[in-house]
């Protein structure tokens, strides 16, 4: 079922009949009076759309779906959009099978929405770039913690930067992270920050991927095969597990490639000599210890370990002293004001006041307990 937004049918009904909201709001009460308890405001306003001769559906030949009169439930979608700001694509296993899952935001003149592409659909990631123009067909739209999204399928078509369309985009900013403790943390955060120290580092891991699509490959008979592009010479992508803890919880967290290069200040030539030597990493593992890092991301339920796990879209190995001061200052006022116990504000405050962000305490570390093995074993599975 199209769920349809209260103001936008009041707003279509206006659009199509010339009628004031006032009048609108009236007729509206007036049916709910003449049906006491037996509809919606929202009911009463289809009721009313009808009465009227007003589709609310309908669109002109010819008329652009906006993005912000999308709605939830909607199928067969067209829209038409720039590409603001594309995310990895990621493997899943569910119920023994595996899937792929890639997603991006479109802007138009109206507004942002995320567009996710599942399995075959999320391989076309590779052949697109932010600032391109995008033509989707036969998308449907589902809401995602009162958000909307429009989903694409094997059905659905994709066209890049369609001859004689141009799009005005509205002015668009990325969403500002949420700051929040560890133990604050829910599956359901999409764009979250933290500051906290590293605890535990694991191995880097190195995998195979094709050159010309990025995606993962595996080892056959006959050497390296893309499912697309068939036998290949493997280029190699990486990701970093490591535990952070703020002092309230501590949670396992996954850096990919960029987000790597991110936190050790390199870049891909210089990771890569590690794959091969890794004992040149283990210096460098012990060196990340105690640093204090700053982390955004999204939150992940990995239901193989019923765990909550950060997956990180950015890294700041160098979080400003005055800037933290000021947010945690924030933070211990809001403590105080509710009489609850900061500890933690006052840990990292004095850390920022001497000018460093670095914190070791061996004993702490070594009890520790983390099984890398799990670790591994999860990273396998993504």
């Not at 929040?180 to 891991?205: G, H, M």
């Not at 950015?314 to 002293?321: E, T």
Request: charged residues 30%; aromatic residues 6%; hydrophobic residues 35%.
């Amino acid at each position: 079922m199209i769920n349809i937004p209260l103001p936008q049918i009041k707003e279509r009904i206006s659009q199509k009949t010339g009628m004031p909201i006032d009048e609108i709001n009236q007729k509206i009460k007036s049916k709910l009076r003449q049906l006491p308890g037996l509809i919606s405001e929202e009911g009463a306003a289809h009721i009313v759309a009808n009465e009227l001769g007003v589709k609310l559906f309908e669109m002109s030949a010819g008329e652009k779906l906006q993005i912000k009169n999308i709605l939830a439930g909607m199928r067969n979608v067209d829209v038409v959009g720039k590409v603001l700001q594309k995310y990895e694509i990621r493997e899943f296993t569910k119920d023994n099978s595996t899937g792929k899952v890639a997603n991006f935001l479109l802007g138009d003149e109206t507004g942002v929405i995320r567009i996710v592409l599942w399995h075959k659909q999320a391989e076309l990631m590779n052949q697109f770039n932010e600032g391109d123009v995008l033509k989707i067909r036969g998308g449907y739209v589902r809401e995602n913690n009162g958000r909307k999204e429009v989903h694409l399928n094997d059905m659905s078509k994709l066209l890049i930067n369609p001859a004689g369309v141009t799009v005005d985009v509205k002015p668009y900013a990325p969403p500002v992270s949420t700051r929040k403790q560890i133990s604050e943390i829910k599956e359901d955060d999409a764009n979250v920050e933290i500051l906290a120290t590293i605890v535990q580092v694991f191995d880097l891991n190195f995998f195979e991927v094709c050159p010309q699509c990025a995606k993962r490959i595996r080892l056959k008979d006959e050497g390296f095969v893309c499912q697309t592009h068939g036998k290949v010479t493997p280029n190699y992508n990486y990701v970093l597990n490591l535990y952070l803890d703020d002092g309230s919880d501590n949670i396992r967290t996954v850096l990919w490639r960029e987000q790597v290069e991110q936190l050790l200040g390199m870049d891909r030539n210089q990771v890569m000599t590690f794959k091969e030597d890794p004992s040149k990493f283990e210096p460098i593992k012990t060196e990340l210890l105690g640093n204090i890092v700053k982390v955004s991301g999204r939150a992940n339920k990995n239901q193989n370990f019923d765990r909550i796990e950060l997956v990180a879209n950015k890294v700041d190995k160098s979080p400003d002293p005055d800037d933290e001061i000021r947010k945690l200052k924030e933070e211990a006022d809001k403590a105080v004001a509710k009489e609850e116990p900061a500890p933690r504000v006052e840990a990292v405050r004095e850390a920022a006041k001497q000018e460093t962000f670095k914190k070791t305490d061996e004993q702490d570390f070594e009890n520790f307990d983390i099984d890398e093995e799990l670790v591994d074993t999860d990273e396998a599975q993504e």
